[in-house]
C-alpha cells in the first residue's frame, strides 16, 4: 500500500489525485490531436466535480488555467484561451500600507470618532443637541462591550467633550439610558460572572446534600 504521503504534493487539492493522474497522463501523449482530445475530456471531468460554479463567469477558463497549472505549464495544447505564465502567477501582490492613524480610545474605534466630528460639525444648534445623547448612548454601549461591568454616565460625558474638542457637551448625563438596559441587550453580558446558578446546588425540594433527612 502506497501511503498519500509517499507521493508528491497535489498542486491543486481540491482536484484530487485522480484528476492530476489524468494531467500527468496528458503529458505523455505524443500526438498533439489526440493529446486536445483528451484534454477536452478532463476539462470536463474537472468542471463536473464543481457544477455549482458552472454559472460563474469565465468558469471554463478558470478549468483551462487550471489544467496548464498542474501540469506545471508543460502541457502543449490548444486552449480556447491565452495561456498563463508561471511568472504572472508567482508575482506577489504589491504591500497595502496599513492605516496609520492615532485613536484616542481603543474601545471606541475610529467610527465613534468620525461621528463625533460629523455631529460637531452640526451648524444647527437644536439638532447639534438631539444628537449630542444619540452619540452618548452609542459611547456608552460601546464602552459597556468593552468593559462588561458598569460605566458613570459622568465619564461619557467628559470623553465625549474630550474627543470633541470640546464642541460637544452633554449637558444633562441622566438622559443616558440606563446601564442596565444595555448590558440586557448585549450578547453574554446578561448574566451575571459564572452564569445563573451555575455549578451551584438548589435549596429545598431535589436539593442534594441539603435535603432533609426522614427519620
Known sequence: MQYNSQRPDLIIPEYGRNIQSMVDQLKTIEDKEERNKAALSVIKVMGQLFPYLRDMEDFRHKLWDHLQIMSNFELDVDSPYPTPSKESLETKPN???????????????????????????????????????????????????????????????????????????????????????????????????????????????GGGSNRKRRR
Open 95 to 205: 504591500k497595502m500600507d496599513y492605516p496609520q492613524s492615532d485613536i484616542r480610545y481603543g474601545h471606541y474605534g475610529k467610527t465613534i470618532e468620525r461621528i463625533i466630528k460629523t455631529v460637531a460639525a452640526e451648524k444647527d444648534d437644536e439638532k447639534r443637541e438631539a444628537q449630542v445623547v444619540s452619540v452618548g448612548n452609542l459611547m456608552k454601549r460601546y464602552y459597556l462591550v468593552w468593559n462588561r461591568d458598569t460605566v458613570k454616565d459622568e465619564v461619557i460625558g467628559k470623553q465625549l467633550e474630550e474627543l470633541s474638542g470640546g464642541k460637544l457637551i452633554l449637558k444633562d448625563p441622566s438622559k443616558l439610558e440606563a446601564t442596565a438596559a444595555i448590558l440586557s441587550s448585549i450578547p453574554n453580558t446578561s448574566k451575571s460572572k459564572g452564569g445563573s446558578g451555575s455549578g451551584k446546588r438548589k435549596k429545598g425540594k
